[in-house]
């Protein structure tokens, strides 16, 4: 099974990134998606997720009124614009696959992990 979130780079203090994760159909096919990050010596933390059908979205404190989480089927991708980051949003980013359609804030939810992208933030 493969995720590939893509989109990372380095942007300065105050600037925006759209994350993006390509999903195949077969593994994401009415599940939830959820981005996670984990920042070097820290573990890895919940940022975002969204249901099935593009409702039941909610975000880790840290993501809440900066970052926007959605999805296109048509498409199989799931997005994540972060606008407005801070240098501690620097962290390497993953989307994952749920075992259900419901989202969750919880990683032992996820079943599939894609490599991540590298976020980083200057100041």
């Known amino acids: 099974v493969q995720l590939q979130a893509y989109g990372g780079g380095l942007v300065q203090t105050g600037g925006s990134l759209r994350l993006s994760c390509a999903c195949p159909?077969?593994?994401?096919?009415?599940?939830?998606m959820g981005w996670f990050r984990q920042a070097p010596g820290k573990e890895r933390e919940f940022v975002a997720t969204?249901?099935?059908?593009?409702?039941?979205?909610s975000y880790g404190e840290s993501a809440k009124g900066r970052f926007t989480v959605s999805r296109d089927n048509a498409k199989n991708t799931v997005y994540l614009q972060m606008n407005s980051l801070k240098p501690e949003d620097t962290a390497i980013y993953y989307c994952?696959?749920?075992?259900?359609?419901?989202?969750?804030?919880?990683?032992?939810?996820?079943?599939?992990w894609g490599k991540g992208t590298q976020v980083t933030v200057s100041s």
């Open positions: 159909r077969r593994t994401c096919s009415n599940n939830a």
């Open positions: 994952a696959a749920s075992r259900s359609a419901t989202g969750s804030s919880q990683m032992t939810q996820y079943a599939y």
């Open positions: 969204i249901g099935w059908r593009g409702g039941d979205i």
